[in-house]
């Protein structure tokens, strides 16, 4: 069983900084692309970034420039640095992995996971 944990919200300072992380552990082959949603009260899941296995990124565009995203294939890991955050950040940010695994005929099948998701809020 393939899980995604988030960690590193929490409550922050109008221009202050976090860096959300996010691992994937269990038994698979490896992660192909990854992403950071967020979701704010009353309003849709967005996309805030994502990173493909060949490290190309996009942002959404009220993040960029503030907002980086990375990977570390061998901890299996995604990050999140968020800088110059704003009260609009506000939200809960979950990971989104999509991941490729083997069944038991050596067949490989790709999967997409989220993780439980981690609260970021931005304060005065």
């Known amino acids: 069983q393939v899980q995604l944990a988030e960690s590193g919200g929490g409550l922050v300072q109008i221009g202050g900084s976090l860096r959300l992380s996010c691992v994937a552990s269990g038994v698979f082959l490896r992660i192909s692309d990854i992403a950071w949603y967020r979701q704010a009260p009353g309003k849709q899941r967005e996309l805030v970034a994502s990173i493909t296995s060949g490290d190309s990124t996009t942002y959404t565009d009220s993040v960029k420039g503030r907002f980086t995203i990375s990977r570390d294939n061998a901890k299996n890991s995604v990050y999140l640095r968020m800088n110059s955050l704003k009260p609009e950040d506000t939200a809960v940010y979950y990971c989104?992995?999509?991941?490729?695994?083997?069944?038991?005929?050596?067949?490989?099948?790709?999967?997409?996971?989220w993780g439980q998701g981690t609260q970021v809020t931005v304060s005065s």
């Open positions: 989104n992995a999509t991941i490729v695994l083997r069944d038991g005929l050596w067949r490989d099948f790709v999967r997409s996971y």
